[in-house]
């Protein structure tokens, strides 16, 4: 796919770590064309409070339609930063990959008391202020899909499972996805 200019931009929101040059985020940035990354001050200690603010600061400036495209943190970052009073303005569409369920009983995660500590516990849950798709997996360690499809339920977003795909990153096969390009395009039609 060639970047074409009635195409909005699309803002790729990383996890915990940033994605690498093997994860589908790096694949997406590389086919759709017209793309930037949010950078996080602390990438190895994602906060609700630093994380939110990180992508207000690269999408404010940022005055044409724009697709938000989420994994792990970043994605469930996207969803605090809209419900929270985030510049949504510009934003047609989102795409959330394996958001971490910040409340559930994860041994992947830290304690429940550090999670509410740095602000993702509890995760908001009212209905995002644009279109959203949320992808997620049945064997996830950081989410039981049921809890992660009462969140997405709660933001609005339609529902996508890939069945045993792990954490939906490259270590579970996800590097090269052409799929994702497709859902990122009918995003695209929506606004």
């Known amino acids: 796919m060639s970047s074409l200019p009635d195409r909005p931009h699309l803002v790729i929101s990383p996890g915990r770590g940033n994605s690498g040059p093997e994860h589908w985020q790096a694949y ?13 001050s602390l990438w ?29 943190a970043g994605a469930l970052a996207i969803a ?5 009073g985030g510049s949504t303005q510009n934003v047609v569409a989102a795409l959330l990959v394996a958001p971490p369920d910040m409340e559930g009983a994860s041994r992947a995660l830290p304690a429940l008391w550090f999670r509410r500590l740095i602000g993702w516990a ?14 997620t997996s049945t064997n996830d360690h950081y989410g039981e899909e049921p809890d992660l499809q009462k969140i997405g339920a ?36 929506v606004g």
């Open 28 to 40: 997406v940035e590389q086919h759709w064309g017209d793309t930037s990354r949010v950078q996080q």
């Open 80 to 84: 605090e930063w809209a419900l929270r």
């Open 122 to 135: 509890p995760i908001s849950r009212q209905p995002l202020p644009f279109p959203s798709i949320l992808v």
């Open 44 to 72: 190895n200690w994602p906060t609700r409070y630093q994380w939110v603010a990180g992508i207000e600061r690269h999408v404010r400036p940022i005055e044409r339609p724009m697709i938000l495209v989420g994994h792990s």
């Open 154 to 189: 709660g933001w609005g977003s339609k529902m996508i499972s890939l069945g045993e795909s792990g954490h939906i990153n490259h270590k579970s096969g996800y590097g090269p996805w052409p799929q994702v390009l497709e859902w990122i395009e009918d995003l695209s039609q």
